[in-house]
């Protein structure tokens, strides 16, 4: 079973702990993982007798006393260790992975990380089979004469070693140590039928095994590995601008900060950047999980893995290739992979005392049952052996990690980022969520929405002279304004800053002033007509600019933070769901309530400093129970941490709020916490589905095992034919389908 297991530091909802013995997989379809850079105090180490849970699982419960050990990080596809300690910490631990039986030997780069050969080819494995079926043939057809038994025998031998070499080794260094995992309950359960004489089966057995093994390990790895097909989502060399100017194909991991790079349309974006020059639609689906392309003009950002589509873009770079926001993303899902689920760790726990419990049942069984039920000694001492093969947790342990591992890659293509097993289970039992409403409701960014000439002052007068005045402020609501007027400008003189109510300046030979409620109420310009109309709009949470002469008020400009198109669907697909949206913002009462009736919100919590929200998001976790909080901003990073479940809306999102939430929306598309809804319960059906079926196929065969007539080989096709059917079920995840 090839996969990964980071330990790190306790996270917010879950501790450290150690994983228990389970089932082994042969690493024959290891594959390259790419792999993140050292980072300061970290050591990396190949174990090649590494390659499964079980021996992950020894190796990590000497390392954890270790007092210095800040983290350990498994990758079992490559059989490597990072250990991440101080110098002097390291000889210990080392020390203690050598006392436990294996033999670590540093890397210094990625391609020795990656420089293993395949341990068990499929040609070998079928060689084997060939071999186990001539054995059963001389074993069924054949004489009984000692020259074709021996005949059998040797073809037996032949076929075991063929197919068992790297499990008996593996047995016995388990038996030594007193470990109870696959590979020894498959080296004591062959051997002792072929001394029994029941060596064709013990041949078949090995070989079906080890092909089963072999099968199962690749669609694990489709599963473990399904986030790395974004690898290949980058170039390996760019168009580079020369200090001459010229152009020149550049290997991407040599590109430095700032250089200035040129693609095409058509290519895909090997790093990220910011666009100097150009404009163009870009695919951002493999980042952001977006289904339409996005324009790019200058100044807009890049990504790398996304597709320039029609024009060509010059654009500067902003991160090295190692620490793109992809990358940053793979390593962030590795992570996430290696954290254990609740469900998965409540397995674990259950399959390190099946394991021994069904021993010791196959040891009573063997000395008790002849002289209890009359039994055979070689009757009893078979049904034994079938019971070791049976005792293998591997279906019931492999039924939780490619499940959730699919769960995490499926959510990751549709441009949701879980931090961990954890949250994507418990994101199905949110009960609430609060919702930021800058940014994450509305689009965070003031836009004119509404404007008139004011007692029958002509409209393209108006409109001119106040996209002048507007145009010489770089105040936002001016800038709103400014963009919102589609008019030629004027020349403004002696343009001066009211600070706090306006600005004031000469168009056209006349003064005028353009600012707040109160500037207009100063000048003694306003009417009940004026101050009903600047009402209205103020109830809806807009806020009113007036454009005036000396003579009077020329017109009227409101500016509100729109609303996003997808909220109002977004807000009543998490009340289909069950799920209470919560509005909390800094805003004032008024401007948020008509946001919040805009989307569908009832409970909505207005004028609210950072500690407020953090005190909003325990009151609803006593009132709703579990609850998750949305938001993009510094002032949210408490209550995001707070929560049982942070969203960060977040590809754009503050680097401090990203880092706080435990679910990251790389499009800031408010639809997608539904959508991590809606993933967490499937996976959570698929999860019980797996352990279900599991469990069932064990508890038949344990039955058949003691009372009926359930042979090795039978017990074999059993158990690894589940382990394919709760893989084959988890794979399900990578294939759903959801709306974008």
């Not at 359960?189 to 093994?213: D, H, K, N, R, S």
């Not at 063997?366 to 039994?375: I, V, Y």
């Not at 310009?525 to 807009?542: F, I, V």
């Not at 500690?611 to 901003?633: C, F, H, N, P, W």
């Amino acid at each position: 079973m090839q996969h990964e297991h980071a330990h790190s530091s306790p996270e917010k909802h879950h501790h450290a702990h150690k994983d228990v013995d389970s089932c082994c997989h042969a690493a024959d379809a290891a594959t390259d993982i790419p792999v993140a850079p050292l980072a300061k105090g970290e050591h990396l180490f190949r174990i090649d007798a590494m390659d499964c849970s079980a021996e992950e699982s020894e190796i990590r419960q000497v390392l954890e006393p270790i007092t210095g050990i800040r983290s350990l990080g498994f990758q079992l596809g490559a059989r490597t260790l990072r250990i991440n300690a101080p110098a002097d910490v390291l000889p210990l631990a080392l020390a203690a992975i050598r006392k436990a039986g294996f033999d670590p030997q540093p890397v210094t780069t990625t391609t020795d990380e990656h420089s293993h050969t395949d341990g068990g080819g499929l040609p070998r494995l079928v060689a084997a089979l060939v071999f186990a079926i001539a054995a059963e043939t001389v074993s069924f057809l054949a004489p009984e004469t000692l020259v074709w038994k021996l005949a059998g025998m040797g073809l037996a031998g032949v076929a075991i070693m063929l197919a068992g070499l790297v499990t008996y080794k593996k047995g016995l260094s388990a038996l030594l140590r007193g470990k109870l995992n696959i590979n020894a309950l498959m080296t004591v359960a062959v051997t002792g039928a072929f001394v029994i004489g029941q060596w064709p089966e013990a041949a078949m057995v090995m070989a079906l095994y080890a092909i089963a093994e072999l099968i199962e390990a690749r669609a694990v790895d489709r599963a473990r590995n399904a986030i790395q097909g974004l690898v290949a989502l980058t170039p390996d060399t760019v168009d580079m601008q020369q200090t001459d100017g010229t152009w020149a194909a550049t290997s991407a991991s040599t590109v430095p900060l700032q250089a200035t790079v040129r693609v095409r349309p058509g290519e895909r974006i090997a790093l990220d950047g910011t666009i100097s020059k150009g404009h163009s639609a870009v695919n951002q689906a493999s980042v952001t999980g977006e289904s339409i392309p996005v324009e790019k003009a200058p100044g807009d950002p890049l990504f790398a893995g996304t597709i320039n589509e029609t024009g060509e873009l010059e654009f500067r770079v902003t991160a090295a290739a190692s620490d793109t926001l992809l990358a940053r993303i793979i390593h962030a899902v590795e992570e996430a992979q290696g954290t254990r689920a609740p469900t998965q760790r409540i397995v674990d726990r259950f399959a390190a005392i099946y394991t021994p419990a069904v021993f010791v049942m196959a040891l009573a069984v063997a000395l008790l049952a002849p002289p209890l039920l009359g039994w055979t000694w070689m009757t009893a001492l078979y049904k034994a052996l079938v019971l070791l093969v049976i005792a293998c947790p591997c279906a019931l342990v492999i039924s939780t990690p490619v499940t959730v591992v699919s769960g995490l890659a499926f959510a990751a293509r549709r441009g949701i980022l879980v931090k961990g097993g954890t949250y994507l289970e418990q994101a199905r039992l949110l009960k609430a969520v609060a919702l930021d409403k800058t940014g994450t409701l509305t689009e965070g960014k003031p836009q004119l929405v509404a404007w008139q000439a004011w007692d029958r002052a002509d409209e393209t007068t108006v409109r001119r002279l106040a996209a002048s005045m507007a145009g010489r402020s770089d105040h936002p609501v001016s800038k709103a304004i400014a963009a919102g007027l589609t008019s030629d400008v004027a020349s403004v003189d002696g343009f001066t800053a009211l600070v706090g109510r306006g600005t004031e300046g000469v168009v056209d030979g006349q003064r005028l002033v353009l600012g707040k409620h109160q500037l207009i109420e100063e000048r003694q310009q306003c009417s009940p007509a004026l101050e009903a109309t600047m009402t209205e709009h103020e109830a809806l949470g807009r806020t009113v600019s007036l454009l005036a002469n000396d003579q009077g008020v020329l017109g009227w400009f409101a500016v509100a933070d729109t609303v996003k198109p997808s909220s109002q669907q977004a807000v009543a697909h998490l009340k289909s769901l069950g799920v209470t949206p919560v509005m909390l913002t800094g805003d004032n009462t008024a401007t948020a309530s008509a946001v919040a009736a805009e989307v569908g919100i009832t409970d909505v919590r207005g004028n609210l400093l950072p500690e407020d929200k953090l005190r909003a998001i325990q009151d609803m976790q006593q009132r709703y129970g579990v609850t998750g909080m949305s938001g993009d901003g510094i002032n949210d990073a408490p209550a995001l941490a707070q929560a049982d479940i942070g969203f960060a809306m977040g590809g754009a999102g503050t680097d401090i709020a990203v880092e706080a939430a435990d679910v990251v929306i790389m499009n800031d598309d408010l639809g997608r916490i539904a959508e991590t809804i809606e993933i967490s319960r499937r996976t959570h059906s698929v999860l019980w589905q797996n352990i279900s079926l599991a469990l069932g196929i064990k508890a038949v065969f344990l039955v058949l095992a003691v009372f009926g007539n359930a042979s090795m080989w039978m017990a074999v096709f059993a158990d690894m034919g589940a382990s394919l059917l709760v893989v084959a079920n988890g794979l399900r995840l990578l294939r759903t389908r959801s709306g974008s």
